[in-house]
């Protein structure tokens, strides 16, 4: 399956393969690049057979950051991208990374080659993220004069210290795969990131999809908050999962001896 032509779709065994597809460019961010992004995860969304995203990226990168030859052959995109909707809480530029966070399912980056500028906002946002240990990561906006705007200011708090943050950002300074995972920017490093999110996505697969989807929207709302309300979300996300019909499957599969275990259904959906 295919939404465009430079972000490809396809799903295989309950993972969704979405592919950034501009090689030629270092899959740099254009126009059609950004729309691709946010209807493919649209697409994903209402597929509740899914139960895992991988994003890579094809050619010698994952993603060189924001195509500014492209933009400048499409002067009216940077304004008409950025400005907001008053019945939305972000932008295009925004939404095209932080959509990976909000989908309610595990979302795992591949990473290999140039993750820069906007490419690393983009796996920011996802749950995991694999790279090789000499991909080159960059915070490059400052090299623009600008700061990143793609929603890394929410997630960069949850992964590393503030000092590490600033550091990279008022710098633009180019850090390796190794040094990303140091930094808790990177999940794990490795020769085969590709082969790797594989394994993981298809390890996730084997769980109850709503218990999946309930990990991820609960670490979503109790992550650095205070004691009472991650308490008050422990609650209400477990009375969502007892009972169902997800949860009775895992609880048989769980008490078998041996037996082949059942199979669940598709996923009920947390937002």
Not at 29 to 43: C, R, S, Y
Not at 217 to 238: H, N, P, S, V
Not at 243 to 265: V, W
Request: hydrophobic letters at 40%; charged letters at 25%.
């Amino acid at each position: 399956m295919t939404t465009e032509a430079c972000v490809l779709l396809e799903v295989k065994n309950k993972i969704a393969y979405v592919t950034l597809n501009r090689p030629s460019k270092h899959n740099g961010l254009d126009q059609h690049m950004f729309v691709g992004l946010v209807k493919t995860a649209k697409l994903i969304r209402k597929d509740r057979s899914i139960r895992c995203v991988i994003i890579s990226g094809n050619g010698p990168s994952f993603c060189a950051g924001l195509d500014f030859g492209a933009v400048s052959k499409t002067p009216s995109m940077v304004p008409k991208f950025f400005a907001k909707l008053p019945w939305t809480k972000d932008n295009m530029f925004q939404r095209a990374a932080h959509i990976w966070r909000d989908l309610p399912i595990p979302v795992i980056a591949a990473v290999h080659g140039n993750c820069m500028g906007g490419g690393l906002q983009i796996i920011l946002a996802c749950d995991y993220r694999i790279a090789t240990p000499t991909a080159k990561l960059c915070i490059l906006e400052m090299k623009w004069g600008l700061i990143p705007d793609m929603s890394s200011m929410v997630v960069l708090s949850r992964l590393t210290r503030v000092d590490i943050a600033q550091e990279l950002t008022m710098t633009g300074r180019v850090f390796s795969g190794l040094e990303g995972e140091a930094y808790g920017l990177v999940s794990k490093v490795s020769d085969e990131p590709l082969a790797d999110a594989v394994v993981l996505a298809n390890t996730i697969c084997e769980k109850s999809p709503d218990a999946i989807a309930a990990t991820k929207y609960l670490f979503k709302k109790t992550w650095k908050k205070d004691t009472r309300g991650a308490l008050l979300w422990e609650r209400i996300t477990q009375l969502r999962l007892l009972g169902r019909k997800n949860q009775r499957i895992a609880m048989a599969n769980g008490l078998s001896k041996g037996d082949k275990p059942k199979p669940f259904i598709e996923r009920t959906s947390f937002k």
